[in-house]
């Protein structure tokens, strides 16, 4: 799972952050979402749904795949 933020969207409604506070926070200025963790551990995956199903805005954005490592 990856999580991105569109803090262009975002209203400050708080409710990601209300949630999961070990992945998301709020901006002190504007009260915008802080993404703290784009790829959290598989056991907080449903929860990770669930705060981008509430959110109004719809400016969280999960990805299901798990991002490429590059490497040997």
Do not use: W
């Amino acid at each position: 799972m990856h999580i991105t933020t569109d803090t262009d969207s975002c209203i400050g409604s708080g409710q990601c952050a209300l949630a999961l506070p070990e992945i998301f926070d709020q901006d002190d200025t504007e009260g915008k979402v802080l993404l703290i963790n784009d790829s959290p551990d598989r056991e907080l995956h449903d929860d990770v749904r669930e705060a981008a199903y509430r959110c109004p805005m719809q400016a969280i954005t999960v990805t299901e795949a798990e991002p490429r490592q590059e490497g040997p």
